[in-house]
């Protein structure tokens, strides 16, 4: 009776350790948390750096689209420029986005001066125009140290365009916190010597 006790409990033990039938799940059950975390990564990362590229874009769209004014600006042309520029961020949400077209006047010391400046965003998801609203930068102001030092040729004008973009994480999973995402371009008035805003500068 014993004997059979004995042989019966090590009969339970090996077929326990021979069962695998719980491993799958077990290993399934490890592995999920991973998996998901990289998913949701590689989600959230990709979606970034999609948006960091129409960044790039959208910057180079509004010096580009600037520079090649007749010599004036007023406020429909640059609510164009902004709505058109801003545009490339399609299919994201174009209300993260923030864009300043500026220009410089580099003088003969290759001091560069802020002339004028404007800002635009779009109010909502569904606005199908850019919103002119108050830029940062002030006439007046001086950027030197920001001018990239090739481009300070003296007694020259410069159209600055700067763009960021505050990307907001679908679950904040991988990805904690806002990320404030941004690019600047430069160009030269392309047929004109200057461009004029309000009347400044009043003259080239």
Not at 55 to 66: E, K
Not at 82 to 101: E, K, L, Q, R, W
Not at 175 to 185: A, E, P, Q, Y
Request: proline share 3%; hydrophobic share 40%.
């Amino acid at each position: 009776m014993i004997v059979r006790i004995l042989h019966a409990g090590r009969t339970s033990a090996r077929d326990f350790l021979a069962d695998s039938r719980a491993l799958a799940a077990t290993e399934f059950a490890m592995i999920v948390p991973l998996m998901l975390v990289m998913f949701f990564g590689t989600v959230e990362v990709s979606t970034a750096v999609a948006i960091d590229r129409k960044v790039t874009l959208i910057a180079r769209t509004l010096s580009d689209l600037t520079s090649q004014s007749s010599g004036v600006a007023t406020d429909t042309s640059l609510q164009n420029t902004f709505t058109a520029s801003i545009s490339i961020v399609t299919p994201y949400d174009a209300s993260n986005t923030v864009g300043t077209i500026s220009e410089i006047y580099i003088d003969a010391n290759s001091i560069a001066t802020v002339q004028w400046s404007k800002s635009a965003t779009v109010a909502s998801s569904s606005a199908t125009q850019a919103t002119l609203t108050t830029s940062l930068r002030k006439a007046g102001d001086k950027i030197t140290s920001s001018i990239p030092s090739a481009l300070l040729v003296p007694s020259t004008y410069l159209i600055l365009s700067e763009v960021s973009y505050t990307y907001k994480p679908t679950l904040y999973y991988v990805l904690k916190s806002d990320l404030v995402l941004s690019d600047v371009s430069y160009t030269r008035p392309r047929q004109v010597t200057c461009i004029a805003y309000n009347n400044v500068p009043s003259s080239c």
